[in-house]
């Protein structure tokens, strides 16, 4: 556990063993933990619970996408649904029937490593993402 931190107390962050709570999920797969995402940022799909992250990086392995962010959409039916801002690789950047068929390459990929309640209701390509100075997708919750 860390001594200090910058900012703040380590009595503030720290538990009584000296462990501090980032929020992170992780879920076990055999002998090894991976993560998840983070507990503020899971979206609730007709009471489903999914992590952005894992969507992002099923959408992140098409060669045409350079980055995403999954976000939730109001839905009166089921609380949220799920959509994705997309930026494609500088050299990829296509307009009309190549950006409907990027984007349907990223669906089928989606429909193919994901549950259903998973998969992108809408994608939607952008220039840029917001990032953080350590290079982290800066996300909005609320």
Do not use: W
């Not at 799909?45 to 995403?68: C, D, F, T, W, Y």
């Not at 999954?70 to 009309?96: M, Q």
């Not at 190549?98 to 089928?108: N, P, R, Y």
Request: hydrophobic share 40%; with cysteine; proline share 6%.
């Amino acid at each position: 556990t860390a001594s200090r931190y910058v900012g703040a107390e380590p009595a503030a962050l720290a538990d009584r063993d000296g462990f501090v709570d980032t929020g992170d999920m992780l879920e076990p797969h055999g002998d090894r933990y991976v993560f998840a995402g983070r507990r503020g940022g899971i979206i609730n799909i007709g009471g489903l619970k999914v992590h952005p992250e894992e969507i992002e990086a099923v959408i992140n392995l098409h060669p045409q996408v350079r980055m995403s962010l999954v976000r939730p959409k109001r839905s009166p039916i089921t609380g949220s649904i799920v959509i994705a801002d997309v930026v494609l690789k500088s050299e990829c950047e296509r307009a009309g029937d190549e950006l409907l068929a990027v984007k349907s390459d990223i669906l089928k990929l989606c429909h193919s490593a994901l549950p259903r309640h998973k998969v992108p209701a809408s994608i939607s390509f952008v220039s840029a993402l917001d990032v953080g100075a350590t290079g982290k997708l800066a996300r909005r919750h609320g």
